[in-house]
């Protein structure tokens, strides 16, 4: 079973940033393509951003889309996601999950095209 761990979650004010980072412990990332995810309270999760194996392409949702950035180190087996400018309606636990192929699909937000995911890690925007 792929474990994947994410980090880096907290609580910051209105305007502060974060960076997420995703990592997983039995298997690559490397070789597939990625996704970010957001779950607030009493909502669906909602797909943020893909990046394509490589890390040559991403993809964004347009709710985040200027503020948020997804990068890779695949020497690292990592991936991150920088989250600048945060608001108070960002806040929600934030999952990664691994792709079931290498390349950000036009259905990339669709929790179906992912088959391992993490547990979660934490983001609190406060006013």
């Known amino acids: 079973q792929v474990e994947l761990v994410e980090s880096g979650g907290g609580s910051v004010q209105a305007g502060g940033s974060l960076r997420l980072s995703c990592t997983a412990s039995?298997?690559?990332?490397?070789?597939?393509?990625t996704g970010w995810f957001r779950q607030a309270p009493g909502k669906e999760r909602e797909g943020l951003s893909c990046i394509t194996y490589s890390g040559g392409a991403a993809a964004y949702a347009d709710s985040v889309k200027g503020r948020f950035t997804v990068s890779r180190d695949n020497a690292k087996n990592t991936v991150y996601l920088q989250l600048n400018s945060l608001k108070p309606e960002d806040t929600g636990m934030y999952f990664c999950a691994r792709g079931q192929s290498p390349h950000c699909s036009d259905s990339w937000s669709q929790q179906s095209m992912y088959r391992d995911w993490g547990q979660g890690t934490q983001v609190t925007v406060s006013s």
């Open positions: 039995k298997l690559t990332l490397t070789t597939l393509a």
